[in-house]
């Protein structure tokens, strides 16, 4: 990471890889990485056939931006919607999500909290490995 007084030029190489079975965080700026505290922004990858479970962020809202590949997203309960790249979903505190890659290429998403929070919930949970920053995910 690069510091430009209070800014910063984060690199995915900067920053460490939060891997589940289902795919990979990565947090390109946060309280860790660059010191953001109003908002979080990072990369999900979520490997074909594999989604995350339905949850809620009680205490942040979050947007989800589709920048490749192909899935559903369960947005409040209701029933699935297909999304593809381009799509910006707007999730907002409380209201219970799930993402699910259904293509055969893996799913990128861009992700924004704000507040800041929920990451670091990530990477506290029995089901994540941290892979330091600079290694590369097996």
Known sequence: MQQFGPAALTRADDV???QFDWGTVQ???DGRSTGAESFSFGLVRIAPGEGHTRHNHPDADEVI???SGTGTQMLDDEAPVEI???DCLYVPKGVYHATENTGTEPMELIVVYTPAGPEALL???D???VIPAGERPA
């Open 27 to 29: 947090m390109l700026s």
């Open 84 to 86: 593809e790249p381009g």
């Open 16 to 18: 460490d890889t939060l």
């Open 123 to 125: 990477r506290g949970m």
């Open 127 to 129: 089901a994540c490995t």
């Open 65 to 67: 931006f589709v920048r």
